[in-house]
């Protein structure tokens, strides 16, 4: 699995972007992923996960009603639509993929340690 994220940038207070996340070498089935960030001197802080089926879904409340996680199967790839950015959304923004089995297919977890691959993120400014 080779995770690369992309469609970060500077953006004023109250803008939006919208961020991919795309796997090179696979299909995307068969993994949850999820999106975290990291600021400069913080820990790395869950955002968003989705299920492999796509039917669940996690949001930190720090996101929630601002961000909404989705994916396309189809393209491998998901997606972090990211609404009414604030200064303190600046961050590096990393995606991860959690495999999982069939059984488990519906299921999502905020753990980073529950990841398996990581891509190498992109930045993210909101300027205020």
């Known amino acids: 699995v080779q995770l690369q994220a992309s469609g970060g940038g500077l953006v004023q207070a109250g803008g939006s972007l919208r961020l991919s996340c795309a796997d090179s070498g696979r299909t995307f089935t068969s993994y949850a992923v999820g999106w975290f960030r990291q600021a400069p001197g913080k820990e790395r802080e869950f955002l968003a996960t989705?299920?492999?089926?796509?039917?669940?879904?996690l949001y930190a409340d720090s996101v929630k009603g601002r961000f909404t996680i989705s994916r396309d199967n189809a393209r491998n790839a998901v997606y972090l639509q990211m609404n009414s950015l604030k200064p303190e959304d600046t961050a590096v923004y990393y995606c991860a993929a959690d495999w999982k089995d069939y059984s488990d297919r519906h299921d999502v977890s905020q753990d980073a340690r529950q990841y398996d691959y990581w891509g190498q993120g992109t930045q993210v400014t909101v300027s205020s």
């Open positions: 989705i299920s492999w089926s796509g039917r669940s879904t």
